[in-house]
């Protein structure tokens, strides 16, 4: 990737289906390489294509660009269908390898909570596989607090896998 892209400033935007290749090339590592996403099998392309089209209609999704090139991507999903969680939703965000450190998570994050706090949402909620101290560092720098980890909740890779959970409280 163009070592220009470190002292660029990235533009933030609603997700389109034109971005389902980056997407989809920013996550795949992720799925592949480690246990930060429990996802086992890298999905085709049009599988992103599908989820931008029917997620991004219901809850923010945004990217990150410099230059014409997608470098991460931040959503929130439902925390559960049932009626009563409809304030709270879970929060996920994933970069390229080569933008991080660069204070793009922060700022896509910061456009997400934006979005989020429109729609009325109150709590927002992020699992994170543990061991993971990069991602943990980078929720608690932005207010989110550890209320709990489930033991040995997936077995990735070889190894039976903790997910930490950590929250933020948006508003009344």
């Given at each position: 990737?163009?070592?220009?892209?470190?002292?660029?400033?990235?533009?933030?935007?609603?997700?389109?289906?034109?971005?389902?290749?980056?997407?989809?090339?920013?996550?795949?590592?992720?799925?592949?390489?480690?246990?930060?996403?429990?996802?086992?099998?890298v999905p085709p392309v049009e599988e992103f294509a599908r989820r931008i089209r029917t997620?991004?209609?219901?809850?923010?999704?945004?990217?990150?660009?410099?230059?014409?090139?997608?470098?991460?991507?931040?959503?929130?999903?439902?925390?559960?269908?049932?009626?009563?969680?409809c304030t709270t939703k879970e929060v996920s965000i994933y970069l390229r390898d080569s933008?991080?450190?660069?204070?793009?998570?922060?700022?896509?994050?910061?456009?997400?909570?934006?979005?989020?706090?429109?729609?009325?949402?109150?709590?927002?909620?992020?699992?994170?596989?543990?061991?993971?101290?990069?991602?943990?560092?980078?929720?608690?720098?932005?207010?989110?607090?550890?209320?709990?980890?489930?033991?040995?909740v997936g077995y990735k890779l070889g190894e039976w896998r903790d997910v930490s959970w950590?929250?933020?409280?948006?508003?009344?």
């Amino acid at each position: 990737m163009d070592t220009s892209l470190h002292t660029k400033k990235p533009t933030i935007r609603p997700v389109e289906l034109r971005d389902a290749r980056s997407v989809w090339e920013i996550y795949t590592p992720f799925i592949r390489d480690t246990a930060v996403t429990f996802d086992i099998e890298v999905p085709p392309v049009e599988e992103f294509a599908r989820r931008i089209r029917t997620h991004s209609a219901e809850h923010p999704w945004l990217v990150a660009v410099i230059d014409d090139q997608v470098v991460g991507y931040a959503n929130a999903t439902e925390h559960r269908k049932k009626q009563a969680y409809c304030t709270t939703k879970e929060v996920s965000i994933y970069l390229r390898d080569s933008v991080r450190g660069m204070g793009i998570g922060k700022t896509l994050y910061a456009s997400l909570l934006i979005e989020l706090k429109k729609q009325g949402v109150r709590n927002l909620l992020a699992g994170i596989t543990v061991p993971n101290e990069a991602s943990v560092k980078f929720h608690e720098s932005l207010g989110f607090e550890l209320v709990g980890t489930y033991r040995n909740v997936g077995y990735k890779l070889g190894e039976w896998r903790d997910v930490s959970w950590y929250e933020m409280w948006l508003g009344d």
